[in-house]
């Protein structure tokens, strides 16, 4: 399993300043952090943040581990072994084709989060710097093909602890370019964030094809 968190590690940077400051930077300038808070309170707003944020990735990790465990008993059952690995496989294929814009993109997923950017709004008016803990935990939640990509990886181990484990990594590789842009403000140029965002396509592809060589070694 190793390298399997390593790659969702890898796709968690690649795609942290690839992406997710594109995506998700505004939104946490605009929905979570004020520049009138003093600049140890802005740390640890978004410590919380994340905190909140990575929680989420691990939670749906767990449970999407849990729910493949569940698919794979019912295919042994019917005869048919690692059900879910080999759909993750696919699923991570296309989808990372999808990033890295061969295949269609991903705009179809991450265009429908109105009602998490309006409960976000919603919960920034709160005063208590504890709010940005579930402010992180909500927007762990916005439609994302990176984060998606992670989920069905997460339920193609078929594992509670390592589909966790799995979204764990992912979200401790977004980590640095989060808080990079919450710290600083500052953007990576487009033109390497298209570059980053495509290499964290090619390590989804590299993950889903590890996935499908593993179900093909099992029934070789």
Do not use: D
């Not at 699923?91 to 179809?108: D, K, R, V």
């Amino acid at each position: 399993m190793e390298s399997v968190y390593f790659l969702a590690l890898s796709t968690g940077f690649l795609g942290g300043f690839g992406h997710c400051i594109g995506m998700c930077g505004p939104i946490v300038a605009s929905y979570s952090i004020h520049k009138s808070e003093p600049g140890s309170t802005r740390i640890i707003s978004h410590l919380l943040y994340n905190s909140g944020r990575i929680s989420t990735y691990m939670f749906i990790g767990a449970v999407a581990g849990i729910v493949g465990s569940f698919v794979n008993v019912a295919g042994s059952i019917s005869g048919i072994q690692n059900t879910v690995a080999f759909i993750a496989g696919l699923f991570m294929i296309i989808m990372g084709l999808n990033i890295i814009g061969i295949f269609g993109s991903t705009a179809w997923l991450e265009g429908h989060s109105n009602f998490l950017l309006r409960a976000g709004k919603e919960l920034s008016g709160e005063k208590s710097v504890w709010k940005y803990f579930p402010l992180g935990a909500i927007f762990g939640l916005l439609p994302c093909g990176l984060s998606y990509t992670q989920f069905v990886s997460a339920a193609g181990t078929g594992n509670f602890f390592q589909g966790m484990m799995i979204t764990f990594f992912f979200g401790i590789g977004t980590l640095p370019a989060l808080l990079l842009f919450g710290l600083s403000a500052s953007y990576v140029s487009v033109k390497l964030r298209g570059l980053l965002y495509r290499a964290a396509g090619v390590a989804v592809i590299t993950l889903g094809i590890l996935y499908l060589i593993r179900v093909i070694k099992f029934h070789v």
